[in-house]
């Protein structure tokens, strides 16, 4: 069974610019996740879709923060404009459903704003 | 307002002697825990998890206590080995169709 994959792996930006994550789950999982994780901190959660649909996107900044997943399958996280603040680990997850604990994570993108 | 603590960022550990990892969490709605193990430059992966009707829950080397009215769990690795050396985080869970809150996790560090 093939794992998330996430892209780009590494970003590096000047802040002021725009930068996209992307995100594919496992194949069949409804329940998919954005997650930041600053250095020194833990996860915390950006946005939860249920197929196509937005569950949660309380701690989303959405003044510069979107996130989309149009056909309930692959994703985008995008960041317009980056701040200082911004540099962190972007992790995509996904579950089987919305009432899964286990969470499948992909290795990360890490985002450097300069 | 940190929910889920991990207050020692670090431990260190011998081949073959016991982990033990701790987390504290200050919600009172949270009913499902979990520890999460995490490699450098990967992701983190799910090691084992224990609902607040349990007080242990076992898997081979790992096991994972709670103590609701502490309101703290641990989780313990024995016998150590160096493969486990890695960060680990505590996540907990109120309700189902709730968010994962993570702690800021322990990095275990087990030596020869």
């Known amino acids: 069974e093939a794992g998330v994959a996430q892209s780009p792996r590494y970003k590096i930006i000047e802040k002021r610019q725009s930068v996209a994550f992307w995100c594919n789950p496992i194949s069949g999982h409804a329940t998919l996740y954005w997650y930041q994780q600053i250095l020194g901190q833990g996860p915390k959660l950006l946005i939860q879709?249920?197929?196509?649909?937005?569950?949660?996107d309380s701690q989303l900044p959405k003044d510069r923060f979107s996130a989309e997943r149009l056909k309930g399958v692959d994703s985008t996280l995008k960041i317009q404009p980056a701040k200082l603040e911004d540099s962190a680990v972007y992790l995509c997850?996904?579950?089987?459903?919305?009432?899964?604990?286990?969470?499948?994570f992909g290795e990360g993108s890490r985002l450097t704003v300069l | 307002d940190q929910q889920v603590k991990q207050n020692s960022p670090s431990l260190s550990v011998q081949e073959g002697r016991i982990s033990i990892l701790n987390c504290d969490y200050t919600?009172?709605?949270?009913?499902?825990f979990l520890w999460y193990k995490k490699y450098p430059a990967e992701g983190p992966t799910f090691l084992i998890s224990i609902s607040s009707i349990k007080d242990k829950n076992e898997d081979g080397r790992f096991t994972v206590f709670l103590n609701k009215s502490a309101k703290h769990l641990s989780l313990h690795i024995v016998p150590s080995q160096p493969g486990d050396s890695a960060v680990y985080f505590c996540a907990a869970r109120a309700g189902t169709a709730s968010k994962l809150t993570f702690g800021t996790g322990t990095r275990l560090q087990v030596t020869l």
């Open positions: 879709f249920q197929n196509n649909g937005v569950v949660d």
């Open positions: 997850a996904s579950s089987r459903g919305i009432n899964t604990g286990e969470l499948f």
């Open positions: 919600n009172s709605m949270f009913d499902y």
